[in-house]
């Protein structure tokens, strides 16, 4: 190409290519398009689509027999539920328009939903005072909360999520969560072995320390049963909560017990106070209040540890009220409740499963804002002896401290198992060594506070379950292999047969009470290093403060990397 070509071509380039650039961006002529199979090029039928969805979802159906039968048993609606429980504004649903819908057809491609009927569980993301969690909530208004084509999916993938996050997960109870019925078959055209397809991942949940928090707010049948029975905190609203295997027409049929209703079958009064369910509320909202309230004291897997909150309660403040709370009559009773109350931060104190497992009692508090497991035996109760009830429920509560890294302080004033006829009928010995053998597999560190009395095997294993032990005793403490009533006939027993005198008799077993009460002071064991410490019941707070402060400082990271490299594998279940 010649010089003069290239001066040629150099001033058309700019031209050329600004012709060429205006084409491709100039707006090209639509063609003419058939308004009958034009799709809009920003998918706004889709979108539109999804939306008209969603808004049947949100809208409740006033005349639909199930939501009337709702409302007139005195619940929320589903969405009502979940709006209540979460924090306003944090609500984001998973699976939003899962369901069942019949399609119209249009001309061409198009299709409308002609009818919905959505999906009878609401899943989704939210906030607990700002703790995001994932949640599933049952809709007893359609179909009785029984599954769907798509709510066994939905519930497995939430269970799922839980885990692959490590997010806390919060179900709501109100049907049969996913248990088919006989009308499955008949849809299906087949009959089925039951699946049990979740169940592997909340077991992992569970031993994770990943928080898993059920609420009975309608009547809960086999797997919806299951599902909030296998989760590390449950509660039940008192007006509305009823759980069971099966209902009462299967119950009539099978085992001819009739006319029975939810309450009759299941309600609170049962299962409260048998341990199935751990909390009562009165109602739907005292539930969600319990929920977040157990929340916040856990972290969000195992793998991290307790949230701790600022308190304005002084770390240093005395409890002089303790002085004198343990009576100097051996035989008279006390509060155990307010030993807790005095000693931990203020109104800190969550009590869990009041009502059944009495001769024990178990919680959650925090001491300078530090969430601590509380153990306590109540002597209001057989006299604090441990019974299979109570060690059922310390057993449980070990466990749960134990997956989720919290420590704990016990208040320990035991006399040893329960005896007679109606304790060795209901297996107490079993369920003690069950509790013997969780003290021992557990790690997670527990300070012992002794308050009064430490007798047999019950006491042992309470007191020595760590090593080295760390505990302390007040001045009214007491302890040995048998208390001294019952202790002075068995230990002299042919000594005091022998004599034939009433009056003498009785003399003598009084003067070897005296001696024995006499070398029972405790400050003798403490001469013998038989107890690390005895210490002043006023100064308990500051000194439980201490520990746990250097428990969270020092331990509780070491637990983390141990727990993470696999040397320790707490098991709640």
Known sequence: MTASNDSKSSKAAPSERLSQVAGHVAPRKRRAANAKNELPADYSDILGQLESLKTIARTPDTKNKGYVRQKQAGKLWVRERVLELLDEGSFHEVGSVSGTVQWKKLEGTKEEPESYVPSNNVQGFGTLRGRKVVFTADDFSIRAG???????????????????????????????????????????????????????????????????????????IGLGAARVVACHFSVMAADVGALFNAGPKVVAGATFEEGLSFTD?????????????????????????????????????????PPILSSDDPIDRICEELRTIIPRRKARMYDPRKIIT?????????????????????????????????????????????????????????????????PIIQFVDVPGYAIGTNAERTATMRHGIALATTYFSTTTPVFSVVTRRVYGVAGGIMLDCRDPRMRVAWPSGEWGSLPLDG????????????????????????????????????????NAFGVEEIIDPALTRQIAVEWLKHVYDELLPSRLLDRASGKIHPIFY
């Open 487 to 526: 202790g002075i006939e068995v230990g002299h027993a042919a000594e005091l047969k022998a004599i034939k005198d009433k009056d003498e008799r009785e003399a003598r077993y009084k003067e070897l009470e005296e001696e024995y009460t006499r070398l029972m002071n405790p400050v003798r064991t403490a």
């Open 146 to 220: 029984h599954a769907d084509g798509a709510l066994m999916e939905k519930t497995i993938y939430m269970e799922k999520l839980a885990v692959a996050l490590k997010l806390p997960i919060v179900k709501l109870v109100d049907g049969s969560s996913g248990g088919g019925s006989v009308t499955t078959i008949k849809t299906a055209g087949y009959s089925y072995i039951p699946p049990m397809p979740s169940f592997k991942h909340v077991a992992e949940q569970l031993n994770l320390g990943i928080p898993n928090l059920g609420a009975v707010l309608g009547p809960a």
């Open 265 to 305: 079958l299941g309600g609170p009064s049962m299962h409260c106070t048998n341990g199935t369910i751990d909390n009562l509320a009165a109602n739907e909202q005292e539930c969600f209040e319990q929920l977040r309230t157990v929340l916040s004291y856990l972290p969000n897997s195992g793998g991290s540890l």
């Open 342 to 406: 005095s000693v931990v931060d203020l109104d800190s104190w969550f009590e869990i499963g009041a009502l059944w497992g009495t001769t024990a009692i178990v919680g959650l508090a925090r001491l300078g804002g530090r969430p601590v497991g509380i153990i306590s035996l109540n002597c209001e109760v057989n006299a604090g002896a441990l019974d299979a009830a109570g060690s059922q429920k310390l057993t449980r509560h070990l466990k749960f401290c134990d997956s989720f890294n919290i």
